[in-house]
């Protein structure tokens, strides 16, 4: 057995159902394999980590992984994560979430964990579509793309999800694609070792619900249009405007230090215990 499949194994649940219950040329898988390989670089134990999952394809990662793991209702992984975190500070965790799950139901969730800067690492898998529940729009599905529910086209205009969370203040901002993995792996490990609220946002493809409706003739082809259009942001600099409008930029957006919640509620407890003036 190949060195990598062996450390993946090392952290799945080996009672679960296998093979998993996601489609061919899904690219959750790929996010898996990158989160099983950080916590492995991080050294970190399998009873550190909290894993909090939504509902949706990505609440999936939840169900394999030899973690402690929550599985929540739907939009609401980011308030179960904040609960644990405060409650045991020591603990990493994590909440994987859908674009439908941590910005549709739980967009106002994510606004207030990104403000408050509470120490969790928001690991959104944004395939542009509410995939599990029927390929219903979502709020990052873009303009003139076609759903169940937008069948002549989204008239909506869509989520950045990068510059909301830079709105909503979050102190580390990051985005990559499941094809530039090396690059998944680095802002991945970044974020999970980092205090406060870190968002890393990964394009991952939907074939059967969004590439078929929107002239993907197969999930390759949608895997290519990540190769042709995300564009690291060092990149951008080196484009003409036009050319600039075109592409999705990929990289480290912010990266600043501030005390996170729980850093700041400890010291407030410990200056209380010290019979210090409120």
Same mark, same amino acid.
Request: proline share 0%; net charge positive; charged share 10%.
């Given at each position: 057995m190949a060195e *990598? /499949?062996?450390? $993946?194994?090392?952290?799945? @649940?080996h009672n679960k159902r296998f093979p998993h219950v996601l489609c061919p040329g899904c690219g959750h898988g790929i996010v898996l394999g990158s989160l099983v390989r950080c916590v492995h670089q991080l050294g970190l134990t399998k009873d550190e980590v *909290?894993? =909090?999952?939504? $509902?949706?394809?990505?609440? @999936? $990662?939840? =169900?394999? *992984?030899?973690?402690? /793991?929550v599985h929540t209702t739907h939009g609401r992984a980011l /308030?179960?994560?904040t609960g644990i975190k405060m409650a045991n500070p020591k603990l990493k965790v994590i909440a994987v979430m859908g674009d439908g799950d941590a910005l549709s139901i739980g967009g106002n969730h994510f606004l207030h964990a990104a403000r408050r800067n509470i120490g969790v690492t928001a690991l959104i898998l944004n395939n542009n579509i509410y995939g599990m529940t029927g390929g219903q729009s979502s709020s990052t599905t873009a303009e003139n793309c076609y759903s169940t529910t937008s069948p002549y086209g989204q008239q909506e205009q869509a989520f950045d999800i990068v510059n909301l969370a830079k709105a909503a203040g979050a102190p580390y901002v990051a985005r990559s694609t499941v094809l530039h993995v090396k690059l998944l792996d680095r802002i991945l490990a970044t974020a999970l070792e980092r205090p406060g609220f870190n968002l890393v946002e990964v394009l991952t493809p939907c074939h059967t619900q969004f590439g078929r409706k929107n002239k993907f003739k197969t999930n390759v082809e949608m895997y290519q249009w990540y190769k042709k259009n995300a564009t690291p942001i060092e990149a951008l600099d080196k484009l003409s405007e036009a050319e600039r409008a075109k592409r999705t930029p990929i990289g480290i957006f912010v990266e600043e230090n501030r005390p996170s919640l729980e850093e700041r509620h400890a010291a407030i407890k410990a200056r209380l215990a010290d019979g210090a003036p409120s």
């Open positions: *990598v /499949t062996q450390l $993946i194994h090392h952290y799945l @649940r *909290v894993l =909090v999952a939504g $509902i949706g394809c990505s609440g @999936r $990662i939840a =169900v394999y *992984v030899d973690f402690n /793991t /308030t179960f994560a």
